[in-house]
């Protein structure tokens, strides 16, 4: 392999990497940006830390808009009154829908293995 491929295939690998570690960091609730940036710079590894670590830490509520009137729900987890429309009860953190942060997971995990072995086969191939 020539240095200009290697380099280029380099800078894919760590572009897709980037990608997948910021979309995978939103959905943990966590800093896409930061991890974009450690995807680039540490590729599957970063990857993998952002699919361990659990969920951040919630975004505040959003205030109501004036003359406007809430109704609540009860959260299942802490029993306690939240907003009817409300994504993450506020007082435990818990989630309301049905899915969990990172249920989907799954696809962006087999991407990320799937590549990683189809780049050793690459190299090893190139090198052997």
Same mark, same amino acid.
């Given at each position: 392999?020539?240095?200009?491929?290697?380099?280029?295939? @380099?800078?894919?690998?760590?572009?897709?990497?980037?990608?997948?570690?910021?979309?995978?960091?939103?959905?943990?609730?966590?800093?896409?940006?930061?991890?974009?940036?450690?995807?680039? @710079?540490?590729?599957?590894?970063?990857?993998? +830390?952002?699919?361990?670590?659990?969920?951040?830490?919630?975004?505040?509520?959003?205030?109501?808009?004036?003359?406007?009137?809430?109704?609540?729900?009860?959260?299942?987890? $802490? $029993?306690?009154?939240?907003?009817?429309?409300?994504?993450?009860?506020?007082? $435990?953190?818990?989630?309301?829908?049905?899915?969990?942060?990172?249920?989907?997971?799954?696809?962006? +995990?087999?991407?990320? @293995?799937?590549?990683?072995?189809?780049?050793?086969?690459?190299?090893?191939?190139? $090198?052997?």
């Amino acid at each position: 392999m020539e240095p200009r491929e290697a380099f280029l295939w @380099l800078l894919a690998q760590s572009v897709l990497f980037s990608l997948l570690s910021a979309v995978a960091a939103h959905a943990r609730l966590r800093n896409p940006v930061g991890w974009a940036l450690g995807g680039f @710079l540490l590729g599957p590894l970063a990857l993998l +830390v952002v699919l361990v670590l659990g969920r951040g830490i919630p975004s505040p509520p959003l205030a109501l808009a004036p003359g406007e009137r809430s109704s609540t729900k009860e959260c299942p987890a $802490c $029993c306690a009154d939240i907003d009817h429309r409300a994504a993450l009860c506020r007082f $435990c953190g818990t989630r309301q829908s049905r899915l969990e942060a990172g249920a989907n997971m799954a696809p962006l +995990v087999v991407a990320a @293995l799937v590549l990683a072995g189809f780049t050793a086969v690459v190299l090893v191939g190139r $090198c052997g």
